[in-house]
Every structure is written in structure tokens, then in C-alpha cells.
């Protein structure tokens, strides 16, 4: 038994249909409704409340877990008393890059690293899917707006973090590293508003906005420290978060996918 946390988001829910798909039993965790798929089991769960977790991990061999919560090493604990072995976490670039600005990535890397399992630590920096964004302006004016336009970072695919998450699950090998991983070369927000017109076979506009524009409209959804870091990241990246890593293509065996081959599946969003 494998357990999922954030099993319905971005890549968990990927993560548990291609370990469903290789034969694995699934425990999949959310606060919310679950998934309908056969040999998966829903566990309505939060991994800010530790205690309510303690069925998900019984019998479990390996955990995905989310940074999420402020008791990492409580979940670690309940999981390691339920039969977890093995636990892969899905961390941030910023945890390694910007340390302080992400504190609560890196005390859950920590706790991993101090739990007595074996671990492998997942570093992405963007997403693709952020990109959905900016979908609503795309179907009503085909026009994207972002700060820092011409300023181009290498974003990951979640397809492929759902697939690094499930070979790194199953396969020995993997313990005690920490993977970085990108997409397979940096991309401006210019550069991936063009992606998404070629997938729909229509120009999309770029406006760049001011950073203060982008802060206001970040501060709706975001805290304030994690706004101010993210648009550090994304207007003045150090080279570390400007790198190509070979990471996913050490794990996959192939390079990650493109922007546009994120662009080009998901394109009914922006219809």
C-alpha cells in the first residue's frame, strides 16, 4: 500500500492514477472527495490534524507527503507507526535556494531527513500548470498578463513530477537523494503566452504588468512572505533557479516535457 496526500491536486492526482495503473493499492488523502478509481482507497484527511491520519498509514509501506500542515514530525511519527518504510516529499527549489523565505519547506525536509526512513526529496521550481492563471483573460480577450516578461525560468511539467513521485515510490536506488526538477529549458511568461496561442491556433497578447500590479493581485491568494519571495524568484532569479537540471531525465530515463507539450494537453482550459 502506497498512501498519496494531496491526492486530488496537480500532480497527486496523476501520481495516484499511474501507481493504480502499475498494479499498487492506494491510499489517497484529501479534505475533500475522492477518487472513483479502481484499487484506490479515500481517506478524508488533513495533514494539519496528525492524529486524524493514524488509519490512512495502517499497512502502508511508502508515504507521498505534501508540504502542508505545521507537525511534520507527527505525521512522520504516525506514519512510521503505521508501517511506513519509505516517504518522498514534494518540496520546493526555494527550500535549497531561498532557505529563510521558505523556512516551512525546509523544517519539513528536515523532518524528513531526521525520521529514521528511508527518504528522497522532491525539488521543483515552477509549475507549468501555474499558467492556468491565466486562463479566464485568455477565453475572454485572448491577452495574458505577468510581471518580469522576458525573464525566463525552467518550468516543470507536474505530469512528470507525478512521474519521478511514482518511480522513486517503487523503485529502490532513490533513497537519501534530493532531486532537482525543471522543465527541459527556461521559458519567459512571454514566451509561454505564445505556447498557449499556438495550441489554440490564435495570437494570445502580452501585457507585463508592474510588479505592484502583480503584488496586489498575488495578495488576494497568497500570504504576504510567500508573494514577496515568489516575485523575487520570478523578476530576479539566482542561477541556481535559472539551471536546467538532468534530474528528471536521471529518474524517467527521457527528457521532461515542454511547455508546450503542457500548453498543447491541457488547452481546453483556455478555449
Avoid: C
Amino acid at each position: 500500500m502506497i498512501v498519496v496526500t494531496g491526492a486530488t491536486g496537480n500532480v497527486g492526482g496523476e501520481l495516484v492514477r499511474l501507481l493504480t495503473a502499475a498494479g499498487e493499492q492506494v491510499t489517497a488523502v484529501s479534505r475533500n472527495a475522492g477518487t472513483s478509481l479502481p484499487g484506490v482507497r479515500h481517506h478524508r484527511g488533513d495533514l494539519g490534524e496528525p492524529a486524524g491520519l493514524k488509519d490512512a498509514f495502517t499497512g502502508a509501506r511508502a508515504l507521498f507527503l505534501l508540504v502542508a500542515g505545521q507537525e511534520p514530525r507527527a505525521v512522520l511519527d504516525a506514519a512510521a507507526a503505521g508501517g511506513v518504510r519509505r516517504v518522498v516529499l514534494l518540496s520546493s527549489q526555494g527550500a535549497g535556494t531561498r532557505p529563510h523565505a521558505y523556512a516551512h519547506a525546509a523544517d519539513f525536509e528536515r523532518a524528513v531527513r531526521e525520521s529514521g526512513l528511508a527518504w528522497t526529496i522532491l525539488r521543483p521550481g515552477g509549475f507549468a500548470s501555474n499558467a492556468l492563471a491565466w486562463a479566464g483573460t485568455v477565453r475572454a480577450h485572448r491577452t495574458v498578463a505577468a510581471p518580469f516578461g522576458d525573464v525566463a525560468l525552467p518550468a516543470v511539467d507536474p505530469a512528470d513530477l507525478a512521474e519521478v513521485a511514482a518511480v522513486t515510490l517503487r523503485e529502490d536506488g532513490h533513497e537519501g537523494r534530493t532531486y532537482e526538477l525543471t522543465g527541459p529549458r527556461a521559458t519567459s511568461p512571454r514566451e509561454r503566452a505564445a505556447a498557449i496561442g499556438a495550441a489554440l491556433g490564435t495570437e494570445v497578447r502580452f501585457t507585463e504588468q508592474s510588479p505592484e500590479e502583480a503584488r496586489a493581485g498575488m495578495l488576494t491568494f497568497m500570504p504576504e512572505p510567500v508573494v514577496e519571495a515568489t516575485l523575487a524568484i520570478l523578476g530576479n532569479p539566482v542561477e541556481a533557479e535559472r539551471r536546467v537540471s538532468p534530474d528528471v531525465e536521471r529518474v524517467l530515463g527521457r527528457a521532461p516535457r515542454t511547455f508546450g507539450d503542457w500548453a498543447a494537453r491541457n488547452i481546453a482550459a483556455f478555449r
